[in-house]
C-alpha cells in the first residue's frame, strides 16, 4: 500500500517512494495567507488544527515553541471547514492545495518543514512473488516524476 507513514517496522517494510514538501493551510483572511513563504516559527503563535487522517502534529515544532493545539477533526473536509471558519491553521502535503482547493482557505509554502515521505509498504511476512518487481518499478517510475 501507499502510506505516508509512519508504519509498524515490526510488521511492515517499506520504500520511500518520494518525499513531498508541507504547505501552511491557512483562512484567507490570516495575515500570513499573503505572503509567499512561511516559516514554522511564524506559525507558532497561531493554533494548529490537528486531524486524524493527516501527518502533522505539534511535535513538528521544537518543544517550546509549539502552537496552541485546538480540537482534533475526523476527515480532510472538517479540517478544511474548520481552518475556513478560522478555528486555527493546518499543515499538509503540497499535493493539498492541488487535490482540495476551497475558496476561503489558502496554501503558502513551509520554507523550514522537513518534507514528509510518500512510502510504498508491504507485510513482512508472506510477502507476494511479484513483489521485487512492484518495488523497482514504482521507485524507476517516481525517480522519472523528479526528473
Known sequence: GLTRGPIDATRFRSVVLDEESRVAVLH???????KRRVTLADLADGTLVPTQVGTTRAALWPEGQRPAVGTE???????LVAIASGAGFGVSVASTAVLHRHPDVRYVPVVDAPPVPLLLAWPRRGEHPALSELVRTATRWCATLGA
Do not use: E, K, M, N
Not at 477533526?73 to 479540517?79: I, N
Open 73 to 79: 477533526v475526523a476527515t480532510l473536509d472538517d479540517w
Open 28 to 34: 484567507v483572511a490570516h495575515p500570513l495567507s499573503r
